[in-house]
């Protein structure tokens, strides 16, 4: 059996680990739902996908008629930041997922002071969020963000029970006040790229490091069947973090640098509209999407990155001190290569 938690507020047991949708996006629906039966089935009952995700709601909703609806807890998000279009992503989302109710849904990167103005003015997500729980299509309100200072102002408007955030060994800022908050807020935490959004590839040193806080659920995209069974017997098992594991983390952010976008948003806005962090970010998408997905992502983002004046605006307002207009140069010429071979072997 896999171990339970109390899910902040919300009184729902979870497991300690959930299940992420995005990379079933890859696979054909067949296989995509037979992976996720197969983690229900290993006992996992926590699923989280979104409206963004492609066809990952409908693969997810296939899966589950075979299972009780009330040993699950389904959750999915919109990034439509005004009330109707929310509600409508919403009704998508439960024919999708084939289910009368969420049993959280997010507000979908909520980044910026912009993206908090709009969700929580009026007309704007969270009135529709409220009225989806008054119909009883969503049992609990949540967000996701990628920006501290926003996480901490839209956790202290005290009107949320779950918070999804990025959190890792090489992305921990999470660790200074959000968990912190979550805990004393009673706000369920979901542990957003526990393996670092494609960047680590050691599972049992991402998990035995996230295993030290109790109350927090990883979020792992997993896109067979064997890797959730690798994860939860490490988390079934947890072993604290060893000396060498200490000293490997320590490389291993060494050899990464700074030299990674870890979407906070800082930089926003941008003189030529530039979307900023998504351009840094193509990478892992190409790792994470299928290719005609990662193409309809990464086309319009990059095509705009041309209009960069390279004012420099970009880089003094980031903490991480990222060389914007270098690093995307970069992804420019990752990406022209990705596009003529299909192949994910450009990383080298
Ligand atoms: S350097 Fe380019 S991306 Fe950065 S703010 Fe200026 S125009 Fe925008
Ligand atoms: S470029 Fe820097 S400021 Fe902008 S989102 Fe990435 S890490 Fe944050």
Same mark, same amino acid.
């Given at each position: 059996?896999?171990?339970?938690?109390?899910?902040?507020?919300?009184?729902?047991?979870?497991?300690?680990?959930?299940?992420?949708?995005?990379?079933?996006?890859?696979?054909?629906?067949?296989?995509?739902?037979?992976?996720?039966?197969?983690?229900?089935?290993?006992?996992?009952? #926590?699923?989280?996908?979104?409206?963004?995700?492609?066809?990952?709601?409908?693969?997810?909703?296939?899966?589950?008629?075979?299972?009780?609806?009330?040993?699950?807890?389904?959750?999915?998000?919109?990034?439509?930041?005004?009330?109707? *279009?929310?509600?409508?992503?919403?009704? /998508?989302?439960?024919?999708?997922?084939?289910?009368?109710?969420?049993?959280?849904?997010?507000?979908?990167?909520?980044?910026?002071?912009?993206?908090?103005?709009?969700?929580?003015?009026?007309?704007?997500?969270?009135?529709?969020?409220?009225?989806? /729980?008054?119909?009883?299509?969503?049992?609990?309100?949540?967000?996701?963000?990628?920006?501290?200072?926003?996480?901490?102002?839209?956790?202290?408007?005290?009107?949320?029970?779950?918070?999804? #955030?990025? #959190?890792?060994?090489?992305?921990?800022?999470?660790?200074?006040?959000?968990?912190?908050?979550?805990?004393?807020?009673?706000?369920?935490?979901?542990?957003?790229? &526990?393996?670092?959004?494609?960047?680590? %590839?050691?599972?049992?040193?991402? #998990?035995?490091?996230?295993?030290?806080?109790?109350?927090?659920? &990883?979020?792992?995209?997993?896109?067979?069947?064997?890797?959730?069974?690798?994860?939860?017997?490490?988390?079934?098992?947890?072993?604290?973090?060893?000396?060498?594991?200490?000293?490997?983390?320590?490389?291993?952010?060494?050899?990464?640098? %700074?030299?990674?976008?870890?979407?906070?948003?800082?930089?926003?806005?941008?003189?030529?509209?530039?979307? /900023?962090? =998504?351009?840094?970010?193509?990478?892992?998408?190409?790792?994470?999407?299928?290719?005609?997905?990662?193409?309809?992502?990464?086309?319009?983002?990059?095509?705009?990155?041309?209009?960069?004046?390279?004012?420099?605006?970009?880089?003094?307002?980031?903490?991480?001190?990222?060389?914007?207009?270098?690093?995307?140069?970069?992804? =420019?010429?990752?990406?022209?290569?990705?596009?003529?071979?299909?192949? *994910?072997?450009?990383?080298?």
């Amino acid at each position: 059996m896999v171990e339970r938690i109390t899910f902040g507020g919300t009184g729902i047991e979870v497991t300690r680990v959930a299940f992420g949708g995005i990379p079933i996006m890859r696979l054909s629906k067949p296989e995509g739902v037979k992976v996720v039966r197969e983690v229900i089935e290993m006992g996992v009952n #926590f699923i989280d996908t979104a409206y963004a995700y492609g066809d990952s709601e409908e693969k997810i909703g296939a899966a589950i008629q075979d299972f009780s609806r009330d040993k699950l807890v389904i959750t999915s998000k919109s990034m439509a930041k005004d009330k109707d *279009t929310f509600l409508q992503h919403l009704d /998508i989302g439960l024919q999708r997922l084939r289910t009368e109710y969420m049993d959280i849904y997010q507000m979908h990167g909520v980044n910026s002071e912009e993206d908090m103005e709009k969700v929580m003015g009026r007309g704007g997500a969270m009135e529709g969020l409220r009225q989806a /729980i008054k119909n009883g299509k969503v049992r609990h309100p949540a967000f996701s963000s990628h920006n501290p200072i926003i996480a901490k102002k839209m956790m202290l408007t005290g009107k949320f029970q779950a918070i999804q #955030f990025p #959190f890792n060994f090489i992305d921990n800022e999470a660790q200074k006040e959000i968990i912190p908050l979550a805990n004393e807020m009673n706000i369920g935490f979901i542990c957003m790229k &526990p393996l670092g959004g494609g960047l680590l %590839d050691d599972a049992g040193l991402c #998990f035995r490091y996230l295993m030290q806080f109790k109350d927090i659920v &990883p979020d792992p995209g997993v896109e067979k069947s064997d890797e959730m069974k690798q994860i939860l017997s490490i988390i079934q098992s947890p072993s604290p973090l060893s000396e060498q594991d200490k000293v490997r983390i320590k490389g291993i952010k060494k050899e990464l640098g %700074d030299s990674w976008c870890h979407r906070c948003g800082y930089c926003q806005p941008c003189s030529q509209a530039i979307q /900023i962090s =998504l351009a840094l970010i193509v990478k892992s998408v190409i790792k994470r999407m299928p290719y005609e997905s990662a193409l309809d992502f990464m086309e319009p983002v990059m095509k705009n990155v041309k209009d960069c004046t390279e004012c420099g605006e970009c880089i003094e307002k980031c903490p991480y001190n990222l060389n914007i207009p270098d690093l995307w140069q970069k992804n =420019l010429a990752v990406c022209e290569k990705y596009k003529k071979t299909g192949k *994910t072997s450009v990383f080298g």
